[in-house]
């Protein structure tokens, strides 16, 4: 593959080793350098211990950027995730986070939706012998249910933000309320159908009912990594969008902005 370097990687490495500095419960595991077929690069594994520790209302939430890699602002989204987690420590003190800030670093560098070696990650969660980058990211969610995910992506040509959710039977939706306050502010893609998929008022919602889910599952070879979350038990699994013609803080904010609706969900005092 020829593409160009367009972005480093060092940039978000430096973002963590800040992070970690500044955050005293914040764990970094590093793997050794992942070898792609565009080069080694080490792959990043973070989590947040929960002040409360023992406490039951403690909640487990995963948040993932860059799986593709020219979804830059899920990246940016996470970064500005570390570099405000210090600032709020109240905010946050009952949630466990396992973040994974760039999942496809060959691809946040060069700016392609693909690894270096062709292959759309987000598609590769039912494969049993994935490429690594989708090894180190089950190896880091190990099969564990969260109460919460959410994989920060972008769109190149919608118009505004839009979002994917899939909840459990029973769990309430809360994609109309993340869209309504960040359409207070940003655009956001109120076409009937994204993606191919029906759509409204920019939320794609995978009902439980849920015959029609589980069934997509089954049918489905190319598991996107939602489904994978999914699969696992998880609660609430979120793949925002937000469109590329706004700018890095705009986009960061619109990802945080949704994260803010389903913290506040998950932890009604
Ligand atoms: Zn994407």
New binding site residues.
Partial sequence: MTAKKVRDYQDVIEAIEKAERDIPSLRVIRTDRVKTAGGPYPFYHLSITSPEAGNPERRTVFLGGG??GD?PG?VWAVMEFLRRYPMQPDRYRRFEFTLLPCMNPFGYEHNT?ANAAGIDL?RQFRNTAPPIEVQRVKKAVGGRPFFLTM?F???VDTPGFYLYELTQKGEPSWGREMIARIGARYPVNRNQEIEGLPAEEGLIHRQPGHIDLRKIMEQRADWPQAFYHYANGSRHCF?T?TPIHLTRDERAEIHLTALDVALEKLWAP
């Fill in positions: 799986i593709h979804e899920g939706r987000n994989e992506h972008e769109d793949t969008e």
